[in-house]
């Protein structure tokens, strides 16, 4: 069938032909059915990736753990840690939180205008350390899940997952049950779920329905993973990126990039919320082929005060808002703008 941009399905033929030329049609088929995918290494990058990226965490843990890398071991043994907020520690993460496939595969989950959550090391030793069983929904006063999921993962493997390993594991087809788990089924979950099996250099990706932990590892060595979290752009982030990114990081990135640092999100606005600001977003479908640097395209809008009553804009919104046939845009029919939370300015 020929995929037409049918302006009812949004962004979807645009985003559904970019993974069907990545070959992500399968993967795209097993989040369906299953809640979860593996992306094999060679769809995630050369071994010169990896390696730079696994050589980023073991460097930051270094900093962070004031120790060098053979004590590492040590460190995490029996343990593990989220190591926090690494995307502006190296460039590397800039390009893995834009990587076309994970990228891709997250905005089928959580559409073409998700933001950046989290961007994570995560850091595991031999021992009893685990993940209890989980999903990542992270609304905790609504236990039942809305229909799609608000937040997805990408999971980039630099050391090789076996349930030995003490890797990830899954409940497969739990995405369909749209709840959290009660103690009782996570603790049942927990040694009857699915390991992955896959090599360093793989990446797992789902969403924020599926139920999944992790087992113990009983092997040597360490257990090195990226974890990048996608969420839709009305929610709060756990990590500050809308509000430490630089014009300089936006200039050196593609348009998407601006877009998942949410810095033209017009909310949270005082006495003059600040229209203009959103007109600024990068517009409509961004493709995930899209490399070229924003330079200076894009820049870090300046904070204005919350307090500042600006009459002018104050006319203007009495204006729109008083003519006698007002209307919200028309969601199903038209073009909607990709931008985050543009059809709730009014
Ligand atoms: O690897 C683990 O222990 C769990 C990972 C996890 O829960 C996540 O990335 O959301
Ligand atoms: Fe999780």
Known sequence: MKIEDWPSAKHTPALYRELKQLDLLEHLTELEAFGFTVLPPEKVGPQEQHDAAREAVLRIACERKQCVVDDLEEVFSDGQELLRFVLWDDLIFEKLVL?????????WLVGTNCVLSLCNAWIKGKGESRTAVHADWSQFDMPTMAVETYGANFNYLLTDYSKEDGGLSFVPGS????????????????DNAQAIEAPAGSMVIWGDHTWHGSYPKKT?????MILGMFNRPHMQTQEAYRQTVTTEALARNPLRFARLMNVYNA????????????????????????????????QVPEEGDYHLYDAKTGEMTKERMSKKKTSFPDMYKGQVSATSNKENQA
Request: aromatic share 12%.
């Open 267 to 298: 909310m949270p606005w005082g006495k003059t919320p600040n229209y203009a600001k959103t007109m600024q977003a990068p517009q409509g479908y961004l493709s995930l082929f899209d490399t070229e640097p924003a330079g200076d395209k894009l």
């Open 99 to 107: 990587h076309p496939a994970a990228l891709g595969l997250i905005q």
């Open 175 to 190: 995405h369909r049950w749209r709840r959290l788990p009660s103690s009782e089924e996570a603790e049942y979950w927990a």
């Open 220 to 224: 040597d060595g360490l257990r090195l």
